[in-house]
């Protein structure tokens, strides 16, 4: 039989045989003809089916978890720019708005009569079903899939009544733009002369649309990625010694302007103190006054320390060793981030300082057994946390520790971070930090957010940022 008699009978059988017959029909001619819509819409449950029938058992998801884990640019299975190509679907999902305005209550442009995104209804809406296993034409276009543990994600948020993402956004439909902020520079210091330097700026926030300024000047910025930012700094400014300020910009609407960090450059001969550890690392605010060794090298007598902005007088023991009491003002409670800057600084004329490195002060005193490892198991307690990610982390009682304390995350994206750096409760600093508390306008260094499903409350969160500032004790 011809393909143009095949189609005729078909659309002759689909108008005026019972439904039974015609689907029977369409099924056999469809291996023939390739009767991709009418097989994907006969396969589909009747109208009539009872409402939420394909939900039960599926937990709710939020579209800013769903994009987050699955859709995003950084995700194997990510669709952000034209992911059918030059296809009549055209769909483009930057980021959860987009999803959202795109498919919520939109219909197909492939031929199909159903909805992208039916709320409710996910065994009746064609992105859910475009993303089966036996699908024709199976999305992403090209692989790879997602699994059932994503499909369920998905189907959580139809389910939900594929609710709005609730990023905040302009009227003109645009998404806010985090705010900025600036953990690291590297390198933070150079000697005079030594010509263009690269700078690699490191923090959360960072969008297309940030700018590194030195000195209040916008400089020519490269985005790589939502945590580092990389400028040229020109040779005329490393010509002479000075401290230049370096801070990030982000325009609105949204964004704003980051804390400042020095960079400095060093005059000819002249060598910096380098900080290489602190004993403790970290305390819990209200704990009182400590004493705080500071081992490193290159250091004078006469040094003092700078804790947190305040100058702090310092013991000489030798040039890799200071030590200073620390009052109990200066920890009666936590700073932003649970985390305070220590430098130390040469006596005059050079006053020569160091790198600052962070000293961990957590809100209250929060352990691994009582306080952290019952989030663990409440929400992340497989031996294998993430059922299909290249490299699983048991958190259950026992193992987390020795998971995450000292370990080195091996995504790609997050350079030399631990997963947990012990006094380190800032996301430059411990991948778990980052993971927990990345949105979907502010995301990780690698991936979605954790835990996979409903985020954690601010009060888990604090828990687990204050076992890391105080130094991560088993």
Not at 108 to 116: A, E, K, P, T, V
Request: proline share 8%; net charge negative; with cysteine.
């Amino acid at each position: 039989m011809q393909g143009e008699s095949i189609r005729s009978a078909l659309t002759a059988c689909v108008s005026s045989c019972t439904l039974k017959v015609a689907r029977l029909l369409c099924l056999t001619l469809w291996g023939l003809t390739g009767c991709v819509e009418q097989r994907d819409a006969e396969v589909l449950p009747d109208p009539g089916t009872t409402p939420g029938s394909a939900c039960e058992g599926v937990a709710p998801r939020t579209l800013e978890e769903v994009h987050a884990a699955h859709f995003a640019a950084e995700r194997p299975t990510g669709c952000t720019v034209g992911c059918h190509d030059t296809g009549a679907g055209g769909l483009t999902f930057r980021d959860a708005h987009e999803l959202w305005q795109a498919t919520v209550q939109r219909p197909s442009q492939g031929g199909s009569s159903r909805l992208l995104v039916e709320p409710g209804h996910p065994e009746r809406s064609h992105l859910y079903l475009k993303l089966q296993p036996d699908a024709q034409g199976r999305m992403p276009q090209g692989g790879p899939f997602l699994d059932a543990a994503a499909l369920q994600d998905v189907a959580g948020w139809i389910c939900a009544g594929a609710p709005e993402p609730s990023t905040s956004v302009t009227d003109g439909g645009v998404p806010t733009r985090p705010a900025p902020t600036l953990d690291t520079l590297a390198p933070s210091a150079v000697q005079e002369g030594v010509g263009e330097v690269v700078l690699s700026v490191g923090g959360s926030g960072f969008v297309d649309e940030s700018q590194v300024e030195l000195d209040g000047t916008a400089m020519a910025t490269t985005h790589d990625g939502p945590q580092r930012l990389e400028v040229r700094v020109a040779a005329s400014v490393t010509a002479r010694a000075g401290v230049h300020r370096v801070r990030v910009i982000t325009p609105a609407p949204g964004g704003g302007a980051s804390a400042s960090l020095d960079f400095t450059v060093t005059a000819t001969g002249v060598v910096l103190p380098t900080v290489s550890s602190l004993s403790p690392c970290g305390t819990v605010a209200g704990s009182g006054a400590f004493t705080l060794t500071v081992q490193g090298m290159n250091f004078k007598e006469g040094a003092s320390l700078s804790f947190n902005g305040t100058t702090v007088a310092a013991t000489f023991i030798s040039p890799s060793e200071l030590r200073a009491s620390i009052p109990a003002a200066l920890v009666a409670s936590a700073p932003g981030g649970n985390a305070a800057t220590v430098t130390v600084v040469h006596p005059a004329p050079g006053r020569e300082t160091s790198a600052p490195v962070t000293f961990g002060v957590a809100s209250k005193v929060s352990t691994l057994a009582s306080d952290v490892q019952p989030i663990f198991t409440a929400t992340c307690a497989t031996s294998g946390c993430h059922a299909t990610a290249s490299t699983p982390v048991n958190l259950t009682a026992g193992n987390a520790y020795n998971e995450l304390v000292g370990v080195p995350t091996s995504s790609k994206g997050c350079g030399q971070r631990l997963r947990v750096q012990a006094c380190g409760p800032l996301r430059a600093q411990s991948f778990l930090i980052d993971k927990i508390l990345a949105t979907n306008s502010s995301p990780a260094c690698s991936g979605g957010a954790m835990p996979k499903g409903s985020p954690l409350s601010a009060a888990q969160k604090q828990a687990v940022i204050d076992w890391v500032a105080q130094g991560a004790p088993r």
